[in-house]
């Protein structure tokens, strides 16, 4: 089985390639142009650990596609990611299979290569809503792994926000059945400018719900939650506190266990 890196331009051509059936390391040189995709094909389905630019962090990924298809961000869209992501001339991306200690007791959530609009590539997280559709306000921001909550705006500070809606609901897909006892979230402290959520609820893929209760503060809030064999969650029912500000928003969400253990059959 065979993993392969390609860089694409827009009409398709290949502009640099490397493959191999266990670990894939391609460095180029040359420059990214509009248009440009960073392809990730996989010999089979699995854990992945993939970097799609050498300034931004690995991720450990579960792939359920063959291909992953990754459009090189420009402007607006790439306002949420280190501005130094994709530039100059010289490029060093990566990908492997996860080795089998990545794979124990860790952040589910966590993934700085999600993208807004993803096929067969988890975590991945979604929205009903995303302030004015900005990149810097999208649902995939809370699990990127940046955990600035002091400001609000471009990269460092990118959150998830609700556009002042009332029904705003957030959800992330793990791909997979997983086990986890714990969740964290940071939600973005930018006061005065800032409201934050004193209630929320958690709906699972089980058909179970959790409601939480949360503080004012620049901190983690952690929530003693667990559950198994649940393969997606959903944050919604959020309550702000009695503040003028009308702009809560979520910073980070980490989830922490592991893959669903199988049961063996007997």
Not at 42 to 61: K, M, P
């Amino acid at each position: 089985m065979i993993n392969q890196i390609c860089i694409l331009d827009a009409q398709g051509a290949c502009k640099a390639e490397k493959s191999s059936r266990e670990e894939v390391v391609l460095t180029w040189k040359g420059s990214y142009e509009p248009g440009d995709v960073i392809l990730f094909k996989v010999g089979a389905s699995g854990h992945y650990v993939i970097r799609v630019d050498d300034c931004l962090d690995e991720a450990l990924v579960y792939i359920t596609e063959e291909a992953l298809r990754y459009p090189v961000l420009f402007e607006e869209k790439k306002d949420a990611h280190n501005p130094k992501a994709f530039t100059g001339e010289r490029h060093y991306l990566t990908l492997r299979p996860a080795r089998s200690w990545e794979l124990g007791y860790r952040n589910l959530a966590c993934n700085p290569a999600d993208q807004h609009d993803v096929q067969g590539c988890y975590p991945h997280a979604s929205a009903n809503v995303e302030t004015r559709g900005e990149s810097v306000f999208a649902a995939r921001n809370a699990i990127d792994g940046m955990l600035a909550v002091s400001s609000h705006g471009r990269w460092p500070y990118a959150s998830w926000g609700i556009n002042m809606q009332e029904d705003a609901e957030f959800t992330l897909d793990f791909g997979r059945p997983v086990d986890f006892d714990t969740i964290v979230l940071y939600t973005r402290a930018d006061f005065p400018h800032d409201n934050w959520w004193v209630r929320g609820t958690f709906t699972f893929s089980d058909g179970t719900q959790q409601e939480v209760e949360m503080t004012k503060t620049e901190g983690p809030q952690k929530f003693s939650i667990t559950r198994t064999g649940i393969s997606w969650l959903k944050l919604s029912n959020l309550i702000k506190a009695d503040d003028p500000s009308p702009f809560p928003a979520l910073t980070q969400i980490e989830v922490y266990g592991t893959d669903a253990v199988k049961e063996s059959s007997l």
